[in-house]
């Protein structure tokens, strides 16, 4: 069976500083991987995506995740946060062995103090 | 700009009501989403549909329904509202294997 978890519900970091949003898998076959971000009131917002290729991907507003097959692992991760990153983080993943079905992470918050 | 439409922000119905949310996407997506958002649980798919009149029950379907008579809409029903539905519920539409794109969400509350 599919699952995802952010073994985090929050994260705290300083304007400036590195942040990370952590995610791990279990899913057969070989993952699709996604973050999406929701700010206040909104709904959410697609960020990035593993199909296949590069392990690095890169994404909006600065964002970027590594995949890491032997640690089932999609870490979202950003060099310089800023007070406006400071929002909700979903990671998902799908099976490509068929079927349309995502899951979704219960989600992590990131708060950035100025 | 691609959008995801969502009849309503804010809805407040009584138990026992029938409630109907719509979703509109003009992105000629063939994949359609309904999920609904509770803090602490993250999104829990409630239904989909890959083609017009097909649908598949997602995780968390009891006490739901849904219709898509035409590529473009994609509407949930509440048979008969009840207060643990009180949630906010996302439609989202996608192609193929890409990321989906979400409407800004519904607040149902039941009283």
């Known amino acids: 069976a599919q699952s995802v978890a952010q073994p985090e519900d929050q994260v705290n970091v300083a304007e400036g500083n590195p942040l990370t949003v952590k995610c791990t898998y279990s899913v057969s076959g070989n993952p699709y991987l996604f973050w999406y971000v929701q700010y206040p009131n909104r709904g959410l917002q697609f960020l990035l995506k593993?199909?296949?290729?590069?392990?690095l991907v890169k994404g909006s507003y600065g964002f970027e995740a590594e995949f890491n097959k032997s640690q089932t692992s999609f870490h979202l991760k950003k060099p310089s946060a800023l007070v406006s990153d400071s929002a909700l983080y979903f990671c998902?993943?799908?099976?490509?062995?068929?079927?349309?079905?995502?899951?979704f992470g219960a989600g992590t918050r990131l708060f950035v103090k100025a | 700009d691609v959008k995801v439409t969502q009849s309503s922000r804010y809805l407040v119905k009584r138990t026992g009501e029938k409630v109907f949310l719509e979703c509109v996407q003009d992105?000629?997506?063939?994949?359609m989403f309904w999920y609904r958002q509770d803090p602490g649980l993250g999104l829990r798919l409630i239904y989909f549909s890959y083609d017009v009149k097909m649908k598949e029950k997602g995780d968390i379907p009891e006490g739901y329904s849904v219709s898509r008579e035409k590529k473009e809409r994609f509407s949930l029903i509440l048979e008969s509202a009840s207060t643990n539905q009180t949630s906010m519920y996302l439609c989202?539409?996608?192609?193929?294997?890409?990321?989906?794109?979400f409407g800004p969400g519904t607040r149902l509350t039941v009283l």
């Open positions: 989202a539409s996608s192609s193929g294997v890409r990321e989906q794109f």
């Open positions: 998902a993943v799908r099976a490509n062995t068929g079927g349309f079905k995502t899951i």
């Open positions: 992105m000629d997506h063939e994949n």
């Open positions: 593993y199909i296949t290729g590069d392990n």
